[in-house]
């Protein structure tokens, strides 16, 4: 079989389509693989560049693919899409990658390091936590506005919202108090899931050697 120059992967949870070409440019390989199949795949594969998109999944299997001697070329999907010459299959997603992959005026994105996916695995669950704390709280302005209570917006309130109420001095019912208590209760566990996330991050930055540079830098 001839050397390939280029592998273009489509990625998906449990298999990935392959479409590899040579150095005259004709396609020699199509196959579909598991993941345990493609790593042991690529193990016996002559070092090439490998492209796939910049998507769930890439960062780690870009890692692989350097760790074992491959060149790697992760596109952004927006950037593939244009290659794509027919109706859309997974192969035909691959033999895209491939196309766009060798263009010489093609944009690509560097693999993240291991740290550096833990840093963004961290934020990501962060960005979760505030997402879900904000509906929590909209949920209990909602809530009390029914029974015409305007409750003010921000934390101030909310962490204090029980004193905050029996100073309105209005009658809540009870079965309503329940549904804010266990609403608040959800609210101060989001809280604490933040706070959780920011002393990760903290440590992080204290811990990496290009952190602790930058705190070290003026303005």
């Not at 566990?189 to 706070?195: C, P, V």
Request: hydrophobic share 40%; aromatic share 8%; with cysteine.
């Amino acid at each position: 079989m001839s050397t390939i120059k280029v592998l273009g992967i489509d990625l998906g949870k449990s298999s990935f389509h392959v479409i590899g070409r040579d150095y005259s440019d004709n396609q020699i390989i199509r196959k579909k693989f598991s993941r345990s199949a493609l790593i042991h795949f690529l193990h016996q594969l002559t070092p090439c560049t490998i492209a796939f998109e910049a998507c769930g999944g890439a960062h780690w299997l870009g890692r692989q693919c350097e760790s074992i001697g491959h060149t790697v070329r992760l596109i952004p999907p927006q950037y593939v899409k244009p290659f794509v010459k027919s109706n859309k299959n997974d192969f035909i997603d691959a033999e895209a990658i491939c196309e766009a992959s060798t263009r010489p005026n093609m944009r690509f994105v560097s693999v993240k390091s291991e740290e550096a996916q833990v840093i963004s695995a961290i934020h990501k669950a962060r960005h979760g936590y505030i997402k879900d704390r904000t509906a929590c709280m909209s949920r209990i302005g909602a809530l009390l506005l029914e029974f015409g209570v305007a409750l003010p917006t921000g934390h101030s309130v909310m962490k204090q919202l029980f004193n905050w109420l029996a100073q309105q001095k209005q009658t809540i019912p009870g079965l309503l108090m329940q549904e804010l208590m266990e609403l608040h209760e959800y609210y101060l566990f989001l809280n604490e899931n933040i706070d959780r996330q920011d002393k990760k991050l903290k440590q992080l930055v204290e811990t990496n050697p290009i952190g602790q540079l930058l705190k070290t830098i003026p303005g």
